[in-house]
């Protein structure tokens, strides 16, 4: 949600790494000598991204947020494991490194991959980039591909046949995020319960199963700076599994504000989605349905399960703050974005035209 250009500052407070224990496991496990300089890449709400440099050598290390008590969300070895698959076959990936299972080194599992430098979109512009409508409009169509390249991998030919149970997928998807949504409720949201029990009544049948990415949203892009409309990484695959391709759809349309929103929803928008020439959501919809060759059918429960996901995950953010697990400040509001995008997906539950 903030608004920055992807560049790393200074860890947050109770966010910093054990630089003796980290230099250490580097030296043993690549053979790379400091001093080390660590810091934190701006933005994100959920898992932990670091820049370990040293001279010219630099190294991203992902680790789980602290104090986070949802182990399942947090896997690093999946994401390790997704990622390995994932380079010979889908370039669009960074190329990782190392895996540390121990949580006696920094106090919980993480991962190392090398950088891949570019642009990351937010709410905001970062500064000295322009986007003009044809730009935005190019950048909408490789958004799209990308997302139909992904989906039409051969995922058993990667390696990850066993990566997750396509069969019953959705309808799992409801039950858990349901629960979890029970399990780090903070106060009544009315809209949240009528949403829950509209989405577990109207699970449409599965369209296939492909590798999902179930968070591919515009600041989980690197963009290549001198043409910021071809997307050379994708990055966070922390939710990745296999499932109905739709169910990742829906994901990218819940992220995608438009200029006929409430000015409710436009304040907590997750990307630069209104900038002239961009797609609408029912055009972005159209445009993955004719480049997929994939039918797109019932986008009301795509869409709305995409809200209450996304909104799920803000309110275990949200829960933790409240908990005294977290101290970063930039939690504290989160309790308000659950309401609305939970009173956006009600307004659009039976609507399948979006």
């Known amino acids: 949600m903030a608004a920055d250009s992807g560049e790393p500052g200074p860890p ?4 910093e790494l054990d630089p003796g224990r980290l230099a250490e496991y580097l030296r043993v496990t690549l053979g790379l000598e400091g001093p080390w300089r660590v810091q934190q890449f701006p933005g994100g709400h959920s ?5 370990v440099s040293s001279g010219g050598r630099e190294v991203v290390l992902r ?6 008590t949802v182990k399942t969300a947090h896997d690093m070895g999946r994401e390790f494991r997704v990622l390995s698959a994932l380079g010979p076959v889908f370039p669009k990936v960074p190329r990782v490194l190392a895996f540390c299972e121990e949580a006696s080194v920094l106090g919980a599992p ?3 991959m090398e950088r891949v430098r570019g642009v990351v979109l ?3 512009l970062p500064e000295g980039v322009a986007l003009p409508p044809e730009t935005v409009s190019r950048l909408c169509a490789a958004l799209v591909e990308t997302l139909v390249e992904l989906h039409g991998l051969d995922y058993a030919a990667a390696g990850l046949a066993g990566f997750g149970n396509p069969e019953g997928y959705a309808l799992r998807q409801v039950a858990g995020w349901t629960k979890r949504y029970r399990d780090a409720q903070t106060a009544p949201i009315g809209d949240m319960d009528a949403v829950a029990v509209w989405l577990a009544e109207h699970v449409p049948p599965a369209q296939g199963a492909s590798l999902l990415h179930n968070d591919y949203k515009h600041d989980n892009l690197v963009l290549d700076p001198a043409r910021p ?11 990745s599994t296999l499932g109905d391709p739709l169910m990742d759809l829906g994901t990218t349309l819940a992220y995608w504000v438009e200029e006929g929103d409430g000015e409710e929803l436009k304040a907590v928008a997750f990307g630069p ?9 029912r055009q972005l919809a159209a445009r993955y349905a004719e480049r997929s060759g994939r039918a797109v059918h019932d986008l009301d429960f795509y869409y709305c399960f995409g809200l209450f996901k996304i909104a799920v995950v803000v309110q275990q953010i949200y829960y933790r703050f409240r908990q005294g697990l977290t101290h970063d400040t930039r939690f504290g509001s989160l309790g308000r974005a659950v309401s609305v995008l939970a009173r956006q997906a009600a307004l659009y539950l039976g609507r ?3």
Do not use: H, K
């Open 122 to 124: 937010r709410s905001r």
């Open 12 to 15: 947050r407070p109770g966010e």
């Open 229 to 239: 409309d071809r997307i050379v990484a994708v990055l966070d695959w922390e939710m």
């Open 47 to 51: 898992n932990l991204t670091y820049l």
């Open 352 to 354: 399948p035209q979006l």
């Open 63 to 68: 680790r789980p947020p602290f104090g986070s």
């Open 273 to 281: 989605t209104r900038l002239n020439g961009n797609d609408t959501r």
């Open 110 to 112: 993480f991962y190392l």
